[in-house]
């Protein structure tokens, strides 16, 4: 089966930024709180959603995407979305970027 749609160059770029340490890492951490801890009750589902915003939004998104620079492609999309997080950031560009780790 070939993907008709999709060029080689869009697949190697895919693969390329899901195979991007950040994202892996993050994953990984995901699937073994998933493994290690089952979700048993309405509060374990809540708590593995808070979990699950923590390691991608409050982790890998706006430290290590935005104000790390770490994911390549999420990278630049987020300079795209806001110029507040293209390097070199300008003061204002800085004070969001670290009341986001809080």
Same mark, same amino acid.
């Given at each position: 089966?070939?993907?008709?749609?999709?060029?080689?160059?869009?697949?190697?770029?895919?693969?390329?930024?899901?195979?991007?340490?950040?994202?892996?890492?993050?994953?990984?951490?995901?699937?073994?709180?998933?493994?290690?801890?089952?979700? #048993?009750?309405? $509060?374990?589902? =809540?708590?593995?959603?808070?979990?699950?915003?923590? *390691?991608?939004?409050? +982790?890998? /998104?706006?430290?290590?995407?935005?104000?790390?620079?770490?994911?390549?492609?999420?990278?630049?999309?987020?300079? #795209?979305?806001? $110029?507040?997080? =293209?390097?070199?950031?300008?003061?204002?560009?800085? *004070?969001?970027?670290? +009341?986001? /780790?809080?």
């Amino acid at each position: 089966l070939g993907l008709v749609n999709y060029p080689e160059s869009q697949i190697e770029i895919s693969t390329k930024y899901l195979m991007n340490p950040a994202i892996v890492g993050c994953t990984v951490l995901w699937l073994l709180i998933e493994v290690f801890f089952s979700i #048993k009750s309405k $509060k374990s589902v =809540i708590a593995h959603w808070y979990l699950i915003n923590a *390691i991608f939004f409050h +982790v890998l /998104l706006d430290p290590l995407s935005g104000l790390f620079q770490m994911t390549g492609l999420m990278s630049e999309q987020y300079g #795209k979305l806001d $110029k507040r997080y =293209i390097l070199p950031f300008d003061d204002e560009g800085l *004070i969001v970027n670290l +009341v986001s /780790l809080l």
